[in-house]
């Protein structure tokens, strides 16, 4: 199988094997709101900003990216674990800022599970920074 990746914007039709992706992904819950036509609003709300990267026409890595028009969100950075290590996950998240950065957002968020210290070394080595003085909170509404 070939090393090279390309990335492309996700789109509808990558539902099934990003949603498997993320299922096989330690850190990753697949939740309320990843049904497919929540997941197609989101693309349609974002357009551009979600990505996939692919091996061979094979997705490999996926995330959702949008923003609320004041600040940007990143979901579900996932890349299949026998192709970690090689620049695909930093690949996407900088087609994910560039395309942020490109619509004025000038600070992103995410989470990150307490338990998921793989996923929190990656984000501390993309630069971002844990904010002591919040506390994510939720509510289910629907």
Same mark, same amino acid.
């Given at each position: 199988?070939?090393?090279?990746?390309?990335? +492309?914007?996700?789109? &509808?039709?990558?539902?099934?094997?990003?949603? $498997?992706? /993320? !299922? %096989?992904? %330690?850190?990753? &819950?697949?939740? &309320?709101? %990843?049904?497919? #036509?929540?997941?197609?609003?989101?693309?349609?709300?974002?357009?551009?900003?979600?990505?996939? @990267?692919?091996?061979?026409?094979?997705?490999?890595?996926?995330?959702?990216?949008?923003?609320?028009? +004041?600040?940007?969100?990143?979901?579900?950075?996932?890349?299949? =674990? #026998? !192709?970690?290590?090689?620049?695909?996950?930093? @690949?996407? *998240?900088?087609?994910?800022?560039?395309?942020? !950065?490109?619509?004025?957002? $000038?600070?992103? *968020?995410? *989470?990150?599970? $307490? %338990?998921? &210290?793989?996923?929190? @070394?990656? /984000?501390? @080595? =993309?630069?971002?920074?844990?904010?002591?003085?919040?506390?994510?909170?939720? $509510?289910?509404?629907?």
């Amino acid at each position: 199988m070939s090393e090279n990746f390309i990335t +492309r914007a996700f789109v &509808e039709a990558d539902y099934d094997p990003v949603v $498997k992706l /993320w !299922r %096989d992904t %330690d850190g990753v &819950e697949v939740a &309320e709101g %990843d049904t497919r #036509a929540d997941i197609a609003a989101y693309l349609r709300r974002n357009p551009g900003l979600s990505c996939v @990267a692919e091996v061979d026409g094979l997705v490999v890595a996926a995330v959702l990216c949008g923003h609320d028009g +004041r600040r940007g969100l990143v979901y579900h950075l996932a890349v299949a =674990q #026998a !192709r970690r290590g090689r620049g695909i996950g930093r @690949a996407l *998240l900088a087609e994910c800022i560039d395309g942020l !950065r490109g619509q004025g957002i $000038k600070r992103v *968020l995410l *989470l990150v599970g $307490k %338990d998921n &210290e793989r996923g929190r @070394a990656f /984000w501390l @080595a =993309q630069g971002f920074e844990e904010i002591a003085a919040a506390l994510p909170l939720g $509510k289910d509404v629907g």
